[in-house]
């Protein structure tokens, strides 16, 4: 019923706003079907017992946390042994995404990001997006970061403008973009060189997590790979790096179709 793992050093300091302390208020926040990215707990009796199963009728994360994590998250208020991270902002779907590209004249283009869970690199993803044009971001509900005060920060006001889309399976999401005429390109080593690459149409680059990079079953559901020369004694770079040099080539790629 709940995972047995520790949560991170820093999550606390990163989402303190974005915390609900207390079996009541956590118990009402799941009741009314507020956006609830994941509940710490470190106690599994009374009334403990609800909530996890509540939560895992929503399919929300439930990790096994020390009392003294939770008085540390809650600054030494009144925790009762649980806590929810809550949503900091709204969660788009897949139609806000072809909307706005719709709306802009231009075949959609998405950035998908498998597990990606540093939320610095999560709001400088976003920033990119919207300088670059892309029309939206899809994220994983489960092992990634989600819309956090940090991101916004990071993001400098682009958490605003680009649809952020919260999926629980990343592989269906790529099915549906696919039977909506996307290709989907991972961004993975041993692929094509990406400026050699056709980026044009509906595409979808997938981008991994930073250290594990792309998953091997979403790796496999892609249509090709696009790779990025390396000469360095540094064989990767950042996935906001990774990401932001990407989304420049499409954007080049599209700008010089359109003048020809």
Known sequence: MVKKNQPRHGHGEERHDNVIFGRNPVTEALKSGREIEKILMSSSE??????????????????????????????????????AYISAYEYKTI?????????????????ILDNLEDPHNLGAIMRTAECAGAHGVIIPK???????????KTSAG????????RVTNIVRTMEELKKLGFWIAACD?????????DLTGKLAVVIGSEGDGISKLVKENCDFTVSMPMV???TSLNASNAAAVLMYEVRKQRDGKRQL
Do not use: W
């Open 46 to 83: 009374g009334s403990a017992i609800k909530i996890a199963a509540m939560a895992k009728e929503r399919k929300i994360p439930v990790i096994k946390a020390d009392k003294t994590a939770l008085d540390r998250l809650s600054g030494g208020g009144a925790h009762q042994g649980v806590a």
């Open 95 to 111: 139609e806000d995404i072809l909307a706005k590209a719709e709306q802009a004249g231009e075949e959609p283009f998405v950035i």
């Open 142 to 152: 489960r092992n990634a970061c989600g819309l956090t005060e940090t991101v916004a």
């Open 158 to 165: 682009a958490i605003e403008y680009v649809p952020c889309v």
């Open 189 to 197: 080593m041993g692929g094509q060189d990406y400026y050699r690459a």
């Open 232 to 234: 360095g004694k540094i």
